[in-house]
């Protein structure tokens, strides 16, 4: 929504409070800021495509709503635009997310538009120089070459990593890009951060989301955190948190080290690294010697706990004080605070998904929720929090390596559901697949490769990968490779290619970690302020974001170079079908209309762009703590009609701001725990007993709906003869009219059925949570008891496990060393370490380490010191020394890039595009170890060795 002013005009956000002349006092301050934020402002004007443009003082200022492109909390913010410049921006206070608050990154977004950093014009890398292209320039090579290596080695010889930065349209449409070339070897950078949760989550109960919301945390009366560091990796979620323990929520910070969210606890518990399932088992020690859980709920909710009660008698007190080093008397604390001071939340982030067992224990912690009855409640669930903007959606929207969008799996009937969306030939699709089987695996309807381990897709030894031939031309676009470790390997992998193709604002790391001279290729998109479209926060929130100015330079939006290079290749008649396309651009309210067709499974249906666009343009309508509008144009719906939104948007569903509560009716957002595998199991009952959600006509249990059940119910003929032809041989999946929906929420049942949830997962190779100890692990006298996993093939590759562990690395490399956010920077740093502002406050790489273990190496504080990999690699960086770690673990951040084993990358970057803060990755020296399900990398926990430089 645009809101016209002249500057002797009062625009709506100033009548609100918004005009607090912020940007005044910080456009003030930053003119006696010394440093690199000063320096930048010298000289011309920010916004500009190729030269200064003065604005006039009185030139009108349209005031434009958009979303925070940081992480997911989805700030929303009021950007200032005045001849097509970007001129200021505001914190919505009005937002019911962020209600004007901004961290540091939000506060200097208007910079990343700026652009003296970024990516202005195609360029390809030819005898070590970089040459500028036209974009039909580049099209042409790109899709030559990618057609190529299609006919020589197959459809699965290019990767297409993606973006946690697409809207939810552009990671749609990039999906759906890779599925009409013909290929599964598409993953972004939630395999690296939530994938665990993922895997863990949706097998539990059904949906692998969070369940609640920030603003709910304001009703909860206790607060875990675990693996999380909000203060630092989620700051505006703090003032949520900070508003329920003004209201008189405790709150419990698990961790490694004491964070700065850990200043805020009631309770803080160190734990050894990678200890997370012995810490979850000891708590449910105390609560079940204790009578402290929930017997009526796990009795009507909850299948498999006995499994859990007789494992938990394994981790005892004491040999809970031998794995992770806590008392008897803090861990009865913990556990009693966690199961009666009610209602209580557990958040999670990478601190407990980035193991080998990573999904193991983010089932673990739904255990404890399970057990203690706070699901499915106002100031509970599992509010696990993601880090990029986008990364929920494009998630939920099949950026994935083994599902296509709407979680609908690989199976053939999932691609004749798409295939029925697309209104395209289910044989034309197949025949864009290579035909063959490898190692007993048929590529359409298996597996890719993940992103965490493309590398191993480009070197291994093609014999032993589960397709035809290795990865030869890989797109990184928008999702840097220094995110992924084993540094080394990824460089090796980087020059071994034929082609590297980075798409991106910047050139990051895919263009200038590698040693090449040829063959790699920028394309400059724009960022997310320069189009629009839809994006998902954390909560599943969906918010749709106005363009504030044209695409700078010559960059282009994601979408329109997924257009040009699928004319290119010969299939874009068949995947814009049904999309109008401008020009080169899509258009991006068709693309959600046709997810929208499509999206049954977790109720991508209900939110039309119009619906969204409606609660964009109200924000200010609903309530901080609801996230409900108790008047105005929506009425009674929830801020963003969370997922699951279901049926059409013509049903008016009002979305889903808590997960699984029985005490709404499913129309009005109520639900229950997905009956997503089966009925039964080993001769058990799956399904609730006694329990079901508010108005539901079927008092008990029952199985996700189909047609046969609804005509068995007698509910047949409340379906119209249009729904019933649609709904014939259907099930509330696949029924593209909505019908099977429609009906059963009319009779008060949510359409995947009432079950319970599960503690037992059969399909997973360890069916329970079980300790494994980590690959690299101090702890030599524990891995006989809690041995790792035999070596496997895991997605299409070989994958170590015991052949690792067996080594001791702990004598030579004795120090933990784990990995995390700072505040200042995200992700990879690519875009941040380019802002000015941001440069300004953190400038340089550095390791954390206890003063006891500096002083045994003779290292003082600001000290350069060479941090050593058991695999080999080293880095060097400055000592941060600190009690926030223990004595035998240090910490890194994991933003920084540009320098590789102490080579400055300075001359690998195309002219002005330099990051003004360049250090080494932390992701060099962490070592191998992939989650077993889900092949999530292993950068929690592993070993180090630190010198004196």
Known sequence: ?????????????????????????????????????????????????????????????????????????????????????????????????????????????????????????????????????SWDEAINELGDQMLKIREESGPDSLFFMGSAKFNNEQAYLYRKFAAMWGTNNIDHSARICHSTT?????????????????????????????????????PVAMQHILTGKERGAKVVVVDPRFTRTAAHADEYVHIRPGTDIPFIYGLLWHIFENGWEDPEFIRQRVYGMDAIREEVKKYDPAEVTNIIGVSEAQMKRTAKMMATVKPATIVWCMGGTQHTIGNANTRAYCILQLATGNMGIEGGGTNIFRGHDNVQGATDFGLLFDSLPGYYGLKTGSWQHWARVWDLDMGWIESRFDQGE????????????????????????????????????????????????????????????????????????AGVMHTRTDGVYLLPACTQFETYGSVTASNRSLQWRDRVVEPLFETKPDHEIMYMLAKKLGFADQMFKNIKVEGNEPNIEDVTREFNSGMWTIGYTGQSPERIKLHQQNWGTFDFDSLEAPGGPAKGETFGLPWPCWGTAEMKHPGTQILYRTDREVKDGGGNFRARFGVEHEGNNLLAEGSWSKGSEIQDGYPEFTDVMLKQLGWWDDLTEAEKQAAEGRNWKTDLSGGIQRVAIAHGCIPYGNAKARCIVWNFPDKIPVHREPLYTPRRDLVAKYPTYDDRMVARLPTLYRSIQEQDFSVDYPLIVTTGRLVEYEGGGEETRSNPWLAELQQEMFIEMNPGDAADRGVRDGDMVKVHSPEGAVIEVKTMLTGRVKKGECFMPYHFAGIFEGEDLTPRYPEGTVPYVLGESANTVMTYGYDVVTQMQETKTSLCQVSKA
């Open 198 to 234: 993922v895997a863990g989550v949706a097998n539990t109960w059904g949906y692998g989301a969070q369940t609640n919301s920030f603003n709910d945390m304001h009703k909860s009366k206790c607060i875990m955190f675990i693996g999380s560091n909000p203060a630092e990796a989620h």
């Open 438 to 509: 490898y190692l007993g695996q048929k590529p359409m309807t298996s597996a890719g490769i993940p992103c965490s381990r493309w590398h191993d897709g480009v070197l291994k030894d093609k014999e032993t990968i589960a397709q035809r031939d290795n990865i030869r031309m890989a797109f990184f676009w928008g999702q840097s490779v220094h995110t992924e470790s084993r540094g080394r390997v990824v460089r090796e992998a980087l020059d071994a290619m034929d082609t590297v193709v980075c798409v991106d604002p910047h050139p990051n790391m």
């Open 1 to 133: 929504m645009r809101l016209t002013r002249t500057s002797n005009q009062v625009s709506n956000a100033d009548s609100k409070g918004l005009g607090l002349n912020r940007r005044q006092f910080l456009k003030s301050a930053g003119v006696t800021t010394g440093g690199i934020a000063a320096a930048s402002m010298i000289g011309a004007g920010m916004m500009r495509k190729a030269e200064a443009k003065s604005v006039p003082h009185d030139a009108p200022t349209e005031v434009v709503r958009t979303i925070c492109t940081h992480c997911s909390v989805g700030c929303g913010i009021y950007a200032e635009v005045q001849n097509g410049v970007w001129t200021g921006q505001e914190p919505a206070l009005d937002h019911p997310f962020n209600r004007g608050g901004h961290c540091a990154k939000g506060a200097s977004v208007r910079e990343h538009g700026h652009g003296e950093k970024r990516s202005k014009y195609p360029m390809k890398l030819v005898g070590g120089k970089w040459k500028r292209l």
